[in-house]
């Protein structure tokens, strides 16, 4: 059964410091997602991507954030300088509509110290 | 402001024992209401898309319902594989992408 894949598991990194969390996503859907789940709190929107470029993006997707789909099977999200309260899981996803279920990676664990 | 509440926070069934979940949701006009199922440490896994009242959807011993106000997930003769946080998540009219959460019940099914 096809799945999302994302890379790294964990990533431990020191403040201000640029990180790149790296999805394959399902590979006959089109539309791409990065939430994410601060330990114990809801799962939060971030951005959605299709044909290219980003779709929507919520208020906590600002200039630090940015998305790259940089070849036929990779999405990436990167940190360009990371804070204390961007430790949190991020979960890509991916659908093959906009309405349709979105399904989930595993996760990244990311832990800025 | 679009909200999505989950009821209870947790539940703890017996083996066997039915029981139901509640997403309430107050959206500026609901596109799609979406469960999902989420083991600790794991991305969550997809469960059902709802799109209108009336409308259910069932898959083993899940049946997922939808009102105009709330949706229900039905549980019958849950087993301890069962086990695990339930959330429920909207898609809101002015918007084709994002999904708002709740913060999910956490069952628990116990042997």
């Known amino acids: 059964e096809p799945e999302v894949t994302q890379t790294p598991s964990h990533q431990v990194t020191q403040m201000g410091q640029e990180v790149i969390l790296r999805c394959v996503p399902i590979s006959n859907h089109l539309y791409f997602y990065w939430y994410r789940q601060i330990l114990g709190q809801k799962v939060e929107f971030l951005v959605s991507f299709y044909n290219n470029e980003i779709s929507e993006k919520s208020e906590i997707f600002d200039d630090q954030f940015s998305v790259e789909r940089p070849d036929g099977s990779n999405f990436t999200l990167k940190i360009r300088s990371t804070k204390l309260e961007d430790s949190a899981m991020y979960f890509c996803?991916?659908?093959?509509?906009?309405?349709?279920?979105?399904?989930f990676g595993p996760g990244t664990r990311l832990t800025v110290l | 402001e679009d909200q999505v509440t989950q009821s209870p926070e947790a539940l703890r069934l017996q083996e066997g024992e039915s029981s139901s979940l509640n997403c309430s949701y107050t959206v500026s006009g609901l596109r799609g209401l979406f469960w999902y199922r989420q083991d600790p440490g794991k991305g969550p896994e997809f469960l059902f898309t709802l799109y209108s009242a009336g409308e259910e959807k069932e898959k083993e011993r899940l049946k997922a319902t939808l009102t105009k106000k709330e949706s229900f997930l039905h549980i019958t003769a849950p087993k301890p594989e069962d086990s695990a946080t339930y959330l429920c998540?909207?898609?809101?009219?002015?918007?084709?992408?994002?999904?708002?959460w709740g913060a999910g019940t956490k069952l628990i099914i116990k042997p």
């Open positions: 996803a991916s659908s093959d509509s906009p309405g349709a279920g979105q399904f």
């Open positions: 998540a909207v898609q809101a009219g002015d918007s084709n992408y994002q999904l708002i």
